[in-house]
């Protein structure tokens, strides 16, 4: 039984020996830290030896009696910055009050700045150094601005001096993360003339612009009423285009209209016209086609009728005048034969034919009786002429005139010309 409570009470010192052990020689390193193993060498990311070891965001076991562990915080710190009496250019002194955000670096090469210029240095510490070599930038900043630029361009003078202090923030292993300057103002005050002169500028920028800004309205009022003027006129001007527009459209429309009617009336008119036209023309051609059969053509016919007709009665009357010229040459012949006696001769022969026609002239009388009257002597002419001139007188007939007319209007040539006589040759009639 003892050797059993001894074995346990060997057991339980052993367990808590190795828990204890487990306890001092493993270490967790929180995200907001860095732990340093110290005693070991190991080789860095720029290739260099340096005698210790780190772990970042994780866990690792102290190798007993030949590593010591240190810690090293990397939140953030809060430094208030108070620079008094810091010449700015041209020797007015400033007083610049400002708030900074600093850590120790975390990543390498910064860290192990550091770990060689921090390690083993409380927070207050670090702090203090901080704020130092901020103050020293900050009046080597302020030594190169005036107090204009200073007031003025806040933000240019913090960008100056992050420029200014990063380098020796990195030297020392720190990170300057943010910097706001809170207030600036001197003791002999030129930052409060250069305010009253700022605000006499102001004042004056602000009635200038204030008048501008009247003027300015003014002539936009102006402007929009030139506008409202223009347009209310181009309105008017629109209105009264598009009132002539229909005006014109309506006229042209009634013209057209009126056109079309027209057009369509005088189109009627036309067709009627032509087909009356054609009416017409079927009846005058019918009346052609009845004048043709009624009188044309019977006319043409009676034209060819009467041309035979005259061709032989111009036949006829040729042969007639042939046979009188034959015959005229005859008794011409004859006229001459007989010698002087010729006349009388002639006037014998021809007495008859024409005691014929002039009967023939006279209507029908009843002759009971003719009565000779005998001259007494004388020759036979003497004695025809006797009886022609009785003739004359009771009958009323020249028959030396009758012959004469009978005898041109029958003989084509030229009459035989009888012997001078004291009357008219009744003998011409051919």
């Known amino acids: 039984m003892s050797l059993i409570f001894a074995l346990l ?4 010192g052993a367990t808590g020996s190795l828990l204890l052990i487990i306890k001092n020689l493993y270490y967790i390193c929180q995200p907001s830290e860095v732990l340093i193993f110290a005693g070991d060498r190991s080789t860095v990311s720029d290739g260099r030896q340096v005698g210790y070891r780190l772990v970042k965001g994780g866990s690792s076991i102290r190798k007993p009696l030949l590593e010591k562990t240190f810690r090293m915080e990397l ?38 700045n550091a770990i060689e210029r921090l390690l083993g240095k409380t927070r207050q510490e670090v702090e203090k150094i901080a704020r130092e070599t901020l103050e020293g930038n900050l009046r080597g900043v302020l030594a190169t601005l005036t107090p204009e630029q200073v007031n003025e361009d806040k933000m240019a003078f913090v960008r100056s001096l992050l420029d200014e202090a990063d380098d020796d923030l990195a030297q020392l292993g720190l990170i300057l993360d943010n910097l706001q300057i809170q207030n600036i103002s001197d003791d002999v005050g030129y930052l409060n003339s250069i305010g009253r002169k700022q605000r006499a500028d102001l004042l004056r920028d602000a009635r ?23 347009r209310q006129i181009e309105a008017k001007m629109a209105t009264t285009r598009a009132d002539a527009d229909r005006r014109l459209q309506n006229a042209l429309s009634q013209r057209q209209a009126a056109i079309s009617e027209a057009e369509a009336e005088i189109a009627a008119e036309v067709a009627r016209t032509e087909a009356e036209l054609a009416v017409q023309r079927e009846r005058r051609n019918q009346v052609e086609q009845q004048l043709q059969a009624d009188v044309i053509a019977p006319a043409a016919a009676a034209c060819q009728q009467a041309q035979a007709r005259a061709k032989g009665d111009a036949a006829s009357i040729v042969e007639d005048g042939r046979a009188r010229a034959e015959g005229i040459r005859e008794l011409a012949t004859t006229w001459k034969a007989a010698g002087d006696h010729a006349r009388e001769i002639f006037l014998f022969q021809k007495l008859e034919a024409l005691l014929v026609n002039l009967v023939a002239t006279v209507p029908d009388v009843e002759v009971e009786n003719i009565t000779v009257i005998d001259p007494g002597g004388g020759s036979s002419a003497t004695k025809l002429v006797s009886f022609m001139e009785q003739l004359k007188q009771t009958t009323g007939l020249d028959l030396t005139q009758t012959v004469q007319s009978l005898g041109q209007a029958n003989l084509p040539a030229a009459p035989l010309v009888p012997p001078p006589s004291a009357h008219p040759d009744p003998g011409s009639k051919s």
Request: hydrophobic letters at 50%; proline letters at 3%; charged letters at 20%.
């Open 9 to 12: 009470v060997v057991m339980f």
């Open 75 to 112: 939140t953030n710190m809060i430094i208030e910055l108070r620079v008094s009496n810091a010449y700015s250019k041209g020797g007015i002194p400033l007083r610049v009050e400002g708030v900074a955000n600093i850590k120790i670096a975390g990543e390498e090469p910064a860290i192990h």
């Open 208 to 230: 200038i612009a204030e008048a501008e800004a009247k003027a300015q309205s003014a002539l936009q009022a102006a402007e929009n009423l030139k506008r409202t003027s223009l």
